[in-house]
């Protein structure tokens, strides 16, 4: 039993470029979540997904995509990265318990 | 809208004093309030949460949180903190009404505890 499980842990990436944030939890949890950290700022919610095939928008989900195809799996892509985008990421499952478990987080860097 | 608010950036205490850790909130309904805490370079580790019942709720690592409904607070403590508690905690609600709740989180404050 992993928990939440987060790939890559850091990436560069250049203005424009595009990427795909791994995200996989084997808890069977149907709710998942992607925050970004930015300093004195806390979590902000990108995009939410309530189980396999449904998800939603956050409150900052502008530049990002999610899919949800399986219970396991929550991608979130950036199609065109700019410097704005520069943050710490973190996915997280939720089950009825009801706290959230979190991922190691990834720490995306655009320059 | 629901909110979080640590009034605090940063809060020092001595090794082996006791710690608090100010936390309020706003939300409709009655809340899910939790504690979580992030050690650097590190994803968030749930503390503890408070549901319903007592309002003094004990967690991991000898916190405990009292839930004041009246003061709408969620404050973190601890009677005798370590110098392995300095980290970011984070203060979160969640509508307690069923069904998917967003889950707010306050800005975190940095805890040191000086040796």
């Known amino acids: 039993n992993a928990g939440v499980t987060q790939t890559p842990k850091f990436r560069i990436l250049k203005i424009g470029q595009s990427m795909t944030l791994q995200c996989a939890q084997d808890?069977?949890?149907?709710?998942m979540y992607w925050y970004r950290q930015d300093p004195g700022m806390g979590l902000k919610l990108i995009y939410y997904?309530?189980?396999?095939?449904?998800?939603d928008k956050g409150e900052v989900p502008n530049g990002y995509n999610v899919s949800r195809s399986t219970t396991e799996d929550f991608p979130l892509r950036l199609e065109l990265a700019a410097p704005s985008q520069t943050s710490v990421y973190f996915c997280?499952?939720?089950?009825?318990?009801?706290?959230?478990?979190f991922g190691q987080g990834t720490r995306l860097t655009v320059v | 809208a629901q909110s979080v608010a640590q009034p605090e950036d940063q809060v020092n205490v001595a090794e082996g004093n006791p710690l608090t850790v100010k936390c309020t909130y706003s939300?409709?309904?009655?809340?899910?309030l939790f504690w979580y805490v992030q050690y650097p370079n590190r994803g968030l580790q749930f503390l503890l949460k408070?549901?319903?019942?007592?309002?003094l709720v004990k967690g991991s690592y000898g916190f405990e949180a009292e839930f004041n409904k009246s003061q709408t607070s969620f404050h973190l403590k601890k009677p005798s903190a370590l110098v392995s508690d300095s980290a970011l905690y984070f203060c979160?609600?969640?509508?307690?009404?069923?069904?998917?709740?967003?889950?707010?989180f306050g800005i975190g404050t940095k805890l040191q505890v000086i040796p």
């Open positions: 997280a499952s939720v089950d009825r318990g009801p706290e959230a478990f």
């Open positions: 808890m069977n949890h149907n709710y």
């Open positions: 997904s309530v189980g396999a095939g449904i998800t």
């Open positions: 939300v409709s309904g009655n809340p899910y």
């Open positions: 408070y549901i319903t019942g007592d309002n």
């Open positions: 979160a609600v969640r509508g307690g009404s069923g069904g998917y709740q967003k889950v707010t």
